[in-house]
């Protein structure tokens, strides 16, 4: 079946300017996880959802980030007013609950210029 | 704080040989550890998790609390095995995964 996708695949933008990535959960799965991966490092937790609502955003770096998902399928993660910091490779993760194996998309990779 | 270490950011061995990678963590409540493995060009995935104590392609790993470490064995290296491999903590099965930096394992032939 269909996995974890995520659009764009690549993203550049200019410093201070609005993106949003989307993930695409595999089917039927209520967990959601976002992760962001900086160069040379491991995925760093970002926020997970539970259904519709945020369950942790215990990772969220700074009130720039903010992510939603609305009907507890796809979700976006928005970064307001980018910096060059924000570039990385976000992750998206989905799980059948919370306590399942995650299953992690193919990443969006940011650049801030 | 709770942390996730693997000292080696590259590992590079001869096919046949044995391969350990490591892993230790802090953290004092109940961890739940993870592999999780890179192969170029695909995306992130589970290899084992230390309560199903299995053995996937070979590899496997054992949760040592004394030592605060879950290693990463395989008895005989295969090119195929090159890769990055992630460790990774869980807490107290808060679902949140906490991973250390990585290494890369390349298998020579």
């Known amino acids: 079946g269909a996995g974890v996708s995520q659009t764009p695949s690549n993203k550049v933008t200019e410093k201070g300017k609005y993106v949003e990535l989307r993930c695409d959960p595999i089917?039927?799965?209520?967990?959601l996880y976002w992760y962001r991966q900086s160069l040379g490092q491991g995925p760093e937790f970002l926020i997970y959802?539970?259904?519709?609502?945020?369950?942790?955003d215990s990772g969220l770096p700074n009130d720039r980030f903010f992510a939603v998902r609305p009907e507890g399928s796809v979700s976006t993660l928005k970064i307001q007013r980018t910096e060059r910091g924000d570039s990385a490779v976000y992750l998206c993760?989905?799980?059948?609950?919370?306590?399942?194996?995650?299953?992690f998309g193919p990443g969006t990779r940011l650049t801030v210029t | 704080a709770q942390r996730v270490t693997q000292p080696e950011k590259l590992l590079s061995v001869f096919k046949g040989a044995p391969v350990e990678l490591k892993c230790n963590y802090s953290?004092?409540?109940?961890?739940?550890l993870f592999w999780y493995v890179q192969y170029s060009r695909q995306r992130l995935q589970l290899l084992l998790r230390?309560?199903s104590r299995e053995s996937i392609k070979g590899f496997t790993a054992d949760l040592n609390k004394g030592e605060t470490s879950f290693h990463l064995k395989k008895p005989f290296a295969q090119e195929e095995d090159s890769a990055m491999y992630y460790c990774?903590?869980?807490?107290?099965?808060?679902?949140?995964?906490?991973f250390g930096s990585g290494t890369r394992l390349l298998v020579r032939p």
């Open positions: 959802f539970q259904g519709t609502g945020a369950a942790d």
């Open positions: 089917s039927g799965h209520t967990a």
């Open positions: 993760a989905s799980s059948s609950d919370g306590y399942n194996e995650q299953y």
């Open positions: 990774a903590l869980e807490m107290d099965s808060s679902y949140k995964l906490i």
């Open positions: 230390h309560i």
């Open positions: 953290y004092s409540g109940s961890p739940e």
